[in-house]
């Protein structure tokens, strides 16, 4: 800005030493206050436009709000009440905790006869090991030759009655 001091004719005056000085100290004073002036009006510009953008941020906040109510809020023919939509919720769940419990219990139940005829097998093939041996036993016997039976055998002939 530009200052216009009044002229002072030192000439004509003849102002003191002292009154100099109050001048300049005032003239300093001034300058001060100028530089003070200025830093609050660019500081009130800025909190104005920054107050501008924080309403026109709430504004489209709010807006995006009000859209966002009306999107969820809209219900079409056939569609639930909240709190029945809700309820529905929960009797949904039950159901299908209803359902993982069954199917838990399906698979234990899986498990166990899985282990059974597992066992069940083991005892099977047991026992065919135990058959197949006693098989073998007995063939190998029919085949060996049994001093008892060859004299049986033989006496029955020498008697007659075979």
């Known amino acids: 800005m530009i200052h216009?001091?009044?002229v002072i004719d030192l000439e004509a005056?003849?102002?003191s030493q002292e009154a100099k000085e109050i001048i300049q100290h005032l003239r300093a004073e001034n300058d001060v206050l100028q530089r003070r002036l200025e830093g609050a009006q660019w500081?009130?510009?800025y909190l104005e436009q920054w107050k501008k953008q924080l309403e026109e941020e709430k504004a489209l906040d709010e807006l995006l709000r009000i859209r966002s109510d009306?999107?969820?809020n809209c219900r079409r023919p056939g569609d639930p009440l909240p709190a029945d939509r809700e309820s529905m919720l929960i009797q949904e769940n039950a159901h299908l905790e209803?359902?993982?419990a069954k199917a838990n219990q399906e698979k234990k139940l899986l498990?166990?006869?899985k282990n059974h005829y597992w066992a069940r097998m083991h005892v099977c093939k047991a026992k065919m090991k135990m058959f197949q041996r006693r098989l073998s036993e007995a063939l190998r016997r029919r085949k060996e030759t049994n001093p008892l039976r060859i004299?049986?055998?033989a006496s029955l002939k020498y008697h007659g009655t075979h």
Do not use: H, K, W
Request: hydrophobic share 40%.
């Open 111 to 113: 498990r166990n006869m």
């Open 4 to 6: 216009e001091d009044p």
């Open 98 to 100: 209803r359902l993982l």
């Open 43 to 45: 500081t009130i510009t």
């Open 13 to 15: 005056n003849s102002p």
């Open 151 to 153: 004299l049986a055998e």
């Open 70 to 72: 009306r999107v969820l």
